[in-house]
T-cell receptor, first 112, second 116 residues
Framework: DTEVTQTPKHLVMGMTNKKSLKCEQH?????MYWYKQKAKKPPELMFV???????INESVPSRFSPECPNSSLLNLHLHALQPEDSALYLC???????????FGPGTRLTVT | AQSVTQPDIHITVSEGASLELRCNYS??????LFWYVQSPGQGLQLLLKYFSGDTLVQGIKGFEAEFKRSQSSFNLRKPSVHWSDAAEYFCAVATTFSGGYNKLIFGAGTRLAVHP
């Protein structure tokens, strides 16, 4: 089973809202990732968690706040977003920080 | 700096025809290479990977890829394309941060259209 799940599938939020994206995997993977993908572009790495600790932050604005409550869950808290933050947000996981990454279906975020 | 080039932005093939998608990479050491496929509005699905060993790699859905170090290439092939193969295909190379963490560097993608 190589399934990564993400909720919600779609999210529309205003610039003053606070919302969260959720990602879950039950494969025992110890590394989890958040990516942002704009239309017709490849995914761009945002954050890497390894063994539940934030390992990499790719200079992401503080309006995006990741959280890893346990080894199976990864959240992305959103606050005061801008319209240009509208994108497909993808979660991925890997067995360890050097393994191949398996992606979830994504959350389509629209900021109005 | 590490990079991945997919020279073809758009490819159209007829159903049943063979397919080759090109990928060239720039990486100093032995690369970890991947091909992913993405249907519209969906996540990325791993088709195959190359870490070491046999340079011809078999993947899911009848795809294969060949690693050619001398050409810095990792081209994806399929002998007979099905209409359901229409999607965006991304080649990626893993670059390693200090601390052993991998970051995927993606190519720009190739959009495959399949004519009936």
């Amino acid at each position: 089973d190589t399934e990564v799940t993400q909720t919600p599938k779609h999210l529309v939020m205003g610039m003053t809202n606070k919302k969260s994206l959720k990602c879950e995997q039950h494969m025992g993977h110890r590394a989890m990732y958040w990516y942002k993908q704009k239309a017709k572009k490849p995914p761009e790495l945002m954050f890497v968690y390894s063994y539940e600790k934030l390992s990499i932050n790719e200079s992401v604005p503080s309006r995006f706040s990741p959280e890893c409550p346990n080894s199976s869950l990864l959240n992305l808290h959103l606050h005061a977003l801008q319209p240009e933050d509208s994108a497909l947000y993808l979660c991925a996981s890997s067995q360890d920080p050097r393994g191949e990454q398996y992606f979830g279906p994504g959350t389509r975020l629209t900021v109005t | 700096a590490q990079s991945v080039t997919q020279p073809d932005i758009h490819i159209t093939v007829s159903e049943g025809a063979s397919l080759e998608l090109r990928c060239n990479y720039s990486y100093g050491a032995t690369p970890y290479l991947f091909w992913y496929v993405q249907s519209p509005g969906q996540g990325l699905q791993l088709l195959l990977k190359y870490f070491s060993g046999d340079t011809l790699v078999q993947g899911i859905k009848g795809f294969e890829a060949e690693f050619k170090r001398s050409q810095s290439s990792f081209n994806l092939r399929k002998p007979s394309v099905h209409w359901s193969d229409a999607a965006e295909y991304f080649c990626a190379v893993a670059t390693t941060f200090s601390g052993g963490y991998n970051k995927l560097i993606f190519g720009a993608g190739t959009r495959l259209a399949v004519h009936p």
